[in-house]
Nanobody, 123 residues
Framework: QAQLVESGGGLVQAGDSLRLSCAVS????????MAWFRQAPGKEREFVAW????????TYTDSVQGRFTVSKDNDRNTAYLQMNNLSPDDTAVYYC????????????????WGQGTQVTVSS
């Protein structure tokens, strides 16, 4: 049974940066693909970024490409989402999740989720 705990969210201004963390227990990140999703008020949860178990493979949704970077520290068993040049459109609750199989951008492809961390970007 894996557990994921996100942290690092907060209230920032447009153009600022934040780094989210996802501390994982019960599963080794060095052998697990993982992803970040987000859910804005009144909207469905959407894919943000995916990181392969090796750390060598990444994919991003178009709206964050070039601004966000997903990474991990296997020694700490922790994943990160570095978010730069934030805009109000990035306001959402951000979730990390562990991959179980299937299409990497589908919610159903992930079996363990964190509780989420709120990111609010003011204009």
């Amino acid at each position: 049974q894996a557990q994921l705990v996100e942290s690092g969210g907060g209230l920032v201004q447009a153009g600022d940066s934040l780094r989210l963390s996802c501390a994982v227990s019960g599963r080794t990140l060095s052998r697990s693909d993982m992803a970040w999703f987000r859910q804005a008020p009144g909207k469905e949860r959407e894919f943000v970024a995916w990181l392969s178990w090796s750390g060598a493979g990444t994919t991003y949704t178009d709206s964050v490409q070039g601004r966000f970077t997903v990474s991990k520290d296997n020694d700490r068993n922790t994943a990160y989402l570095q978010m730069n040049n934030l805009s109000p459109d990035d306001t959402a609750v951000y979730y990390c999740a562990l991959y179980k199989g299937g299409h990497s951008r589908y919610i159903s492809s992930y079996d363990y989720w964190g509780q989420g961390t709120q990111v609010t970007v003011s204009s």
